[in-house]
């Protein structure tokens, strides 16, 4: 956002005119609802979930006590930098408008105190994590904090990682890790959310292709199956090798998770067909052989 001359509005009294609401930096004031809108590419979901309606009621009881962060937007009205979940609740709850401290920040400083606000939330998403980590990392390269962003995840300059992961429990490694998740594509992305792909395997296939990640998609809805970390790793290869075809995935997913079959018939089952001093040869010829019957029959 463009830096405004807010002394300069002061003379000429249009603070009103252009923001639509109060003025006053730093304090707490009340903002009408639809003058609040989402920061851009906000990283984190707000559910209807159990603890949205908790939150409702809540504020139904007792109002919202913590008010939220804003800033300026150039287009009028107020960027939400951190509340999305009380505003949110607000609305859900009737009010016309909720407490809010205006800050005059620039954009990487918001997009950091955004991103910052919200990591400590216990029931974050890997999506949600991947996003606000690749924010964060993005906005200290801006300001000129670390400039090298090119790194794998195992090692390499990206020394910015470490200042993402400090005070959140992850490692340098572990935030690249999860910002190579912003390259999945949106359905693996959701499957790694919901736990159907874990962690590790949704890192490993992020290394793959877009086109090799449709084709991956189209055979996990077809097949119902997800794959582990060593298919995950055996489909990277196929990707980079440029021989994963949907048949090459779905002979490393479908034909791998398939477990063989046994069935043990006990000596009491089969002693009532055969005699007792046929050999195990013998008996296995017939149970094929009247099994080739059967099935000829069916058809």
């Known amino acids: 956002m463009a830096k405004k001359d807010f002394k300069s509005m002061i003379k000429i009294n249009t603070y009103e005119d252009i923001f639509g609401g109060p003025v006053t930096l730093n304090e707490v004031q009340y903002v009408d609802l639809k003058l609040l809108h989402d920061f851009k590419d906000h990283p984190y979901q707000v559910k209807d979930d159990e603890d949205m309606e908790k939150l409702v009621e809540s504020i139904k009881e007792q109002g919202i006590l913590d008010p939220a962060i804003v800033r300026y937007r150039d287009e009028g009205g107020y960027e939400i930098i951190s509340g999305?979940?009380?505003?949110?609740?607000?609305?859900?709850?009737?009010?016309?408008?909720?407490?809010?401290?205006?800050?005059?920040?620039?954009d990487d400083s918001a997009t950091l105190a955004m991103v910052d606000a919200n990591l400590h939330r216990e029931k974050l998403l890997p999506s949600e994590k991947a996003f606000a980590y690749k924010m964060k990392m993005e906005a200290l390269s801006r300001q000129g904090k670390r400039t090298d962003l090119t790194s794998n995840q195992v090692g390499g300059k990206l020394s910015s990682a470490k200042e993402v992961g400090e005070g959140v429990g992850d490692s340098e490694n572990q935030v690249r890790r999860f910002i190579r998740l912003t390259n999945l594509e949106s359905e693996l992305l959701a499957m790694v959310d919901s736990k159907s792909i874990k962690f590790m395997p949704g890192v490993e296939l992020s290394y793959m292709s877009k086109e090799d990640q449709n084709a991956l998609i189209s055979v996990i809805e077809k097949e119902g199956v997800y794959p582990t970390l060593s298919q995950a790793k055996e489909l990277r290869q196929l990707s980079k090798d440029g021989e994963?075809?949907?048949?090459?995935?779905?002979?490393?997913?479908?034909?791998?998770?398939?477990?063989?079959?046994?069935?043990v018939l006990g000596e009491d089952i089969l002693m009532r067909y055969f005699h007792a001093d046929m050999t195990d040869d013998e008996m296995k010829r017939i149970i094929i052989r009247l099994?080739?019957?059967?099935?000829?029959?069916r058809r």
């Open 291 to 297: 099994l080739d019957d059967w099935a000829e029959g």
């Open 244 to 263: 994963c075809t949907e048949a090459a995935i779905f002979k490393t997913l479908a034909l791998g998770n398939r477990k063989e079959r046994r069935i």
């Open 84 to 106: 999305h979940r009380r505003h949110h609740a607000a609305i859900r709850a009737g009010l016309r408008d909720m407490p809010v401290i205006i800050r005059d920040i620039d």
